[in-house]
């Protein structure tokens, strides 16, 4: 496993238009997490998952944002009738908890650009 | 709120020096602390975590130091090389669900 893998590395959609984002975590990490970076800033947390069951949203996930964890493995975003705002890296991260060592491995994000 | 920030947006040292990030935090119940460098269109790569029952922690050419008494932490790079160019970020691990990152130190290294 070479680690947290997503695709695609880019996407440029035109406004209005769906967008599904894929998410491919380390095997062996129960825990997956979305994370949304703007250009300058930190990544902004959006949601989690325990194997399938998603177990946090961030006010920062309006209707238009759903994500999905089905078999517990890999996991998909999807954005409804993007926005321009909605422009930004998308950053995906797997972890597994166990004894708190969290080990947290970011993927190398996909880059949605909304026109 | 909860909230982590760093002191300096920009830091240029000489190839070969140390360098110093800094970072502050406000939510004094987190006990988890992990720095990160993020190259331009990667995503943030793991340098070195720790946690709050500790105030060092060493690892290869990098030391993190937490000050929980003024809720501060910082990266030390020692013997910097081209190739430690990047964004820094901390985060913060908050109730073991999710990270709050800073904002981010770009730290340039100059031949």
């Known amino acids: 496993d070479t680690g947290v893998s997503q695709d695609p590395r880019h996407k440029i959609t035109k406004r209005g238009q769906n967008v599904t984002f894929r998410c491919d975590p380390i095997?062996?990490?129960?825990?997956l997490y979305w994370y949304r970076q703007t250009l300058g800033q930190g990544p902004e947390f959006l949601t989690y998952?325990?194997?399938?069951?998603?177990?946090?949203k961030s006010r920062l996930l309006s209707d238009r944002f759903s994500a999905e964890r089905p078999k517990g493995s890999f996991s998909t975003l999807e954005i409804q009738r993007t926005e321009q705002g909605d422009s930004a890296m998308y950053l995906c991260?797997?972890?597994?908890?166990?004894?708190?060592?969290?080990?947290?491995?970011f993927g190398s994000g996909t880059r949605l650009t909304v026109v | 709120g909860e909230s982590v920030g760093l002191h300096l947006p920009t830091l240029s040292v000489q190839e070969g020096d140390n360098s110093i990030i800094n970072c502050a935090y406000s939510n004094s119940a987190s006990d988890y602390f992990i720095w990160y460098k993020q190259e331009s269109g990667k995503g943030p790569q793991f340098i070195i975590d720790?946690?709050?029952?500790?105030d060092k922690r060493q690892g290869q050419r990098v030391t993190v130091l937490l000050n929980k008494t003024v809720k501060h932490l910082s990266l030390q790079i020692a013997a910097t090389q081209p190739g430690d160019s990047a964004v820094y970020f901390c985060?913060?691990?908050?109730?073991?669900?999710?990270?709050?990152f800073g904002q981010g130190t770009r730290l340039t290294i100059n031949p």
């Open positions: 720790i946690r709050s029952n500790m």
């Open positions: 991260a797997s972890s597994f908890r166990t004894g708190g060592d969290y080990g947290y491995t």
């Open positions: 095997s062996e990490h129960n825990r």
């Open positions: 998952f325990q194997n399938e069951a998603q177990l946090e």
């Open positions: 985060a913060e691990n908050i109730g073991a669900q999710k990270l709050v």
